[in-house]
């Protein structure tokens, strides 16, 4: 049976369109048919929440065009990995406030790249507030599903944004499982730890076909580790669904062509745990070799194809960075015959 209940969720907003984690884009995805938007969260020096892909801003602000911060360029270790930029963390709100926001893929997207230097860095507190606008402008509901990004990093500088997420959900009635909010880590000790906080909404693992949460690195858990059907059943304890990288649903051959969907999706629905892969991006320079149309890494190919054959694996949701694409895409899905 062909479910009508799939989940578009705007990865970062429509950030294929609009630079990502601003309020044009989240705007614009759900003028195009988003279920939820997606903020990222990393905080400022003076403990906001603040919505950024990670907590290094060189690449999604106009930091680096500040002279008054050339100071602060510096290398830090992240989850185990040295990088060298401007961080959130050695920046105040106030301070955060005279920068605007970037497009990270400026080659890919000269579209969005129109659009730099317009927006400023938000507070998760804003996009909440925003996300009430639209579902009110809208006329139907609209959800939230932030990712607390690189929870054991925060944590080491003395931060605790679980609890600040679980927090400002409280204040804004959106802490119950009943609510349109779902909360995202690839930490699985960061999802633990919001129950602790006394989070009451759903929660989602996010797995990479590579590589495991830093958290667990010590115990040498991968993330492949956490998709078994044994491993599967433990995370339905404290999360409700996973959100694994597309191509551990449906692998890619050795010649980057879309191969055969693995058992992840049959194996996670057992265990009673929804799925919604990441990410969905009509550029060809993210599609298999197959659904790309001619050689521009910019051009769009054959999303919607795409889509379609995950849809069809009986996935429940699509993190989606050109929602109107992937709103064809479920359309297309749930009225064929």
Known sequence: MVSTNILLLAHRGA???????????YELAVEMGADYIEPDLVMTADGVLVDRHEPDISETTDVADHPEFAGRRRTKGVDGTAVTGWFVDDFTLAELRTLRARERLGSLRPGSARFDGR????????????????????????????EIKHSTYL???????????????????????????WVQSFEPTALESLRTAGYRGRSLLLTEAGGAPFDLREQGTTYADLLTPQALQKVARWADAISPEKTQVIPWTVDDRLGEPTRVVADAHAAGLEVFPWTFRAENAFLPLDYRTGDDPAAHG???????????AGIDGIFCDQPDVCAQARSRYVTQD
């Open 119 to 146: 927006y400023p860095v938000m507070t998760f507190e804003e996009v909440l507030r925003q996300r009430s606008d639209l579902a009110r402008e809208s006329g139907r509901p609209i959800g939230i599903i932030p």
């Open 302 to 312: 054959r999303l919607v194809d795409e889509v379609m054959v995950h849809l069809t």
């Open 15 to 25: 950030c294929g369109y609009r630079p990502e984690h601003t309020s044009a884009a």
């Open 155 to 181: 944590r080491e500088l003395g931060f605790d944004p679980e609890g600040e997420v679980t927090r400002l959900l409280q204040e804004h009635d959106l802490n119950a499982r009943s609510a349109p909010a």
